[in-house]
C-alpha cells in the first residue's frame, strides 16, 4: 500500500516557476522538484542538478506550512531534501529551494496540493480516559478513513524514541450516513497526530493534523449534595477525574441576595462546611477550576430562608414597627407644646396713640394721679431733766 501511495504522490497537483531577482548573468538552477513520500509524515523533495555548477553559489531549502517557515541547508552536491516529520494541517506544503550566487537570487518552488475533505475538525478531552473528535464535511463525495497516533507531551518522550503505530478510528459516529466523528482512548498529556486518506472525485488525498488535547478539556458539571443541618450546609460532591493541573474548588452562592465565594485548594477534598443565617435565602453552585479551564456550574441548589424567623420578622414589622412610630409622634407632640411659646410668641396688637389723644372719651379715660396736700410737722427737744440728755 506504501509503494502505491509513493506512485501517486508523484501525480500530486503541483507547479514550479522560477522567480528571478537583480539577475545580471545565467544562474543554472536545479530541474523536476517532485515530492515522493517515506510516510504520510515524512514528505521527500528530489530534483536535477545542473550539469555544471557555479562557484560561490549556495542552496537554501524551505518548507512552509501554512504559515510556518522551517528552513534546510542544502550541499550543492545534493539532489534531496528529506523531511525528518511534518503536519500540514489539511492537505498543502510549499517547498522552495533557492539557490544564491553572491548577490544573484533565483528560486525555484514546488506545491503540493491535496482536496481537503473535511473542515472545523476538533478534537476535545471529557475524561481522563476519552477524548472526542468531530468534524464536518467539505466533500460529501469522499471517501476517508481516519488514522490516528497518540504521542506523549509531558516532557518525558525523546525525540529518539520510535513513534508508535497509527491505528484508524474503531468508534465512528455517524451523521446522515456520514462519518463525523470518532471517540478514542487517550490521556489528557497526549498529543494525537491524525491521518486521513482516500479517494475524492477519483482523486487520491492525505489531509494531517495534529491537536494537543490539553489545549480543549471539556469536563461534566460536577455532582454534589447539600444538606441543611441546623445552623450550616453540609456540602459534598464527586471530584473530577482529571488531576492534571487542577487549581480549586469554588462554591458561588447568594445569601440573602448578596454574593459569596468560598474556595477549596485540596483535589482530594470532598466534602466542606457553611455556616448560614437562618433568615437568608440561599442559592449556590460549585464548579472546578483548572490552570486553563473551569468545569461548567453544577445544578443550582435551593433554600429558603427559616420560616419561623420570616414569621417573626413579619409580625415584629406589623405591630412593633407602627407602635414605635405612635410612641415617638406623641412624644413629639408634647415636646412641640412645651416649647410653642417660644418657637411662635405672642405678637403685640399695636395702638394708635394719635387718635386715643384726640378721642374725648379716650382722654377722659386717661389716668390723672391725684396729689394730696402736705401736713406740717412741729417738732420740740425736751431736756430729761435727770440724764439731761434730750430725747
Known sequence: MTAVFKILAVLVLGHFFLIADSLTGDVLLPQNISVSWTNDFKPLFTWVRPQQLMTNCSYDGELYVRNNKETYTVNPNDDQVQILYTVMEGGSLRFVLKTVCGKRKIEAEYNVSYPEVL?????????????????????????????????????????????????????????????TGCDIRTKVTQGITILLNG???????RNTYHKTLKDDVRLPPLKWTVKKTGNKFIISWVPPDIEYNFGMYEIDYTECNKTRVKQIEHLISTSTELEIEPHCEYRMTIRANYTKFWTPPSEEKYFAADADIVQNALVFAAVIIPLIFVVLAFVSLIYFKRIQEFIFPKIPVPRDLLTDILDKSTVSKIYIPIVEPEENCNIMLVMDSQTKNPR
Open 199 to 205: 479517494t475524492a472525485n477519483g482523486t487520491f488525498f
Open 119 to 179: 473542515k472545523n475538525l476538533l478534537c476535545y478531552v471529557y475524561s481522563s480516559t476519552n477524548t472526542y473528535c468531530s468534524w464536518d464535511i467539505a466533500n460529501p463525495e469522499a471517501e476517508f478513513k481516519f488514522f490516528y497516533r497518540l504521542l506523549l507531551e509531558d516532557g518525558t518522550a525523546s525525540i529518539y524514541d520510535p513513534l508508535p503505530p497509527l491505528q484508524e478510528c474503531s468508534s465512528y459516529n455517524y451523521t446522515g450516513g456520514l462519518r
